[in-house]
C-alpha cells in the first residue's frame, strides 16, 4: 500500500512515518525541510519512503505527494511564527487536491478541544475550550473551520482528536470514543501507529474519536 504523510518532518509526522514503514507501507512524505527527516530512517527505507520538499499550501507540492498514493495522513499542526489559519487552508488545499487524484480514505489530525456533535457533554472541556479561546483563538477557530471542511468532504474521513501529546516512549494501547478523555499525555510514538492502523479500520470511516490509553 502505497500513502501520503504530510507533516512528515514535525514530532508527531516522525512518528507516523515509523509506524507506516514498519508496516510495510510505502510512503511519500510532503516536507518543508528534508533535513530534519531522521537520516537513520531515510537510510533503512531508502526504497520505501520518498521525502518530497514542498509546502502545504501549494497544491501542485501537494499534488505530487498524492501521487499514486491510496490514502494519507495529516499530521501537521500550527508551528510558532506559521500561518494563522494553517488547519483550515491545508485542508481547503488537501481536500482539493486528494479529489482530483482519486484519493477517498484519509486521517487527519486536530486538537480534543475541536468539537463534535456526537461528543458527550463534560464541563471539563468547556473549560479547556474558553482557555484555548483566551489563548489560541485563531488555531481553535481555524481547526474549526477545518474540521468542518473534512466531515462534509463526503470522503472516508477519521478524524483524530488526542489530548497533550509528550515525546514519551511508547505506553501501551489507544482507544477512540466521543467520551471526553482524561487530560493526561498521549505518547507521540502511540499516536503515530494508532493513526497508521486507522487508515485500514473501517469500523473508523467517518468518526472523529477522541484518545486515551485503553
Known amino acids: 500500500m502505497k500513502i501520503a504523510v504530510f507533516g512528515g518532518s514535525g514530532q508527531t509526522g516522525l512518528q507516523v512515518l515509523r509506524a507506516a514503514l514498519d508496516k510495510g507501507y510505502e510512503v ?6 528534508p533535513d530534519k527527516v531522521d537520516p537513520d530512517l531515510c537510510r533503512d527505507h531508502a526504497s520505501k519512503l520518498h521525502l518530497v520538499k514542498g509546502d502545504l499550501l501549494n497544491d501542485v507540492d501537494v499534488a505530487k505527494a498524492l501521487e499514486g498514493c491510496e490514502g494519507f495522513i495529516f499530521a501537521a499542526g500550527p508551528v510558532k511564527g506559521g500561518h494563522p489559519d494553517l488547519p483550515n487552508r491545508a485542508a481547503r488545499v488537501v481536500l482539493s487536491a486528494a479529489k482530483e487524484a482519486g484519493v477517498k480514505r484519509f486521517v487527519w489530525l486536530l486538537g480534543a478541544a475541536v468539537i463534535d456533535e456526537r461528543d458527550a457533554p463534560d464541563f471539563s472541556r468547556k473549560i479547556i475550550r474558553t482557555i484555548m479561546k483566551l489563548t489560541a483563538r485563531n488555531v481553535l477557530e481555524s481547526s474549526e473551520r477545518a474540521y468542518q471542511q473534512l466531515v462534509r468532504s463526503g470522503m472516508d474521513y477519521t478524524v483524530v482528536r488526542p489530548p497533550v501529546l509528550v515525546n514519551t516512549p511508547a505506553k501501551g494501547t489507544l482507544k477512540g470514543s466521543y467520551q471526553p478523555p482524561k487530560p493526561s499525555g ?25 484518545l486515551s490509553y485503553s
Open 28 to 33: 511519500n512524505a510532503l516536507v518543508r525541510n
Open 186 to 210: 498521549i505518547s507521540r510514538e502511540d499516536l503515530g501507529r494508532y493513526m497508521v492502523d486507522a487508515l485500514t479500520d473501517s469500523q473508523l470511516k467517518c468518526h472523529s474519536p477522541m
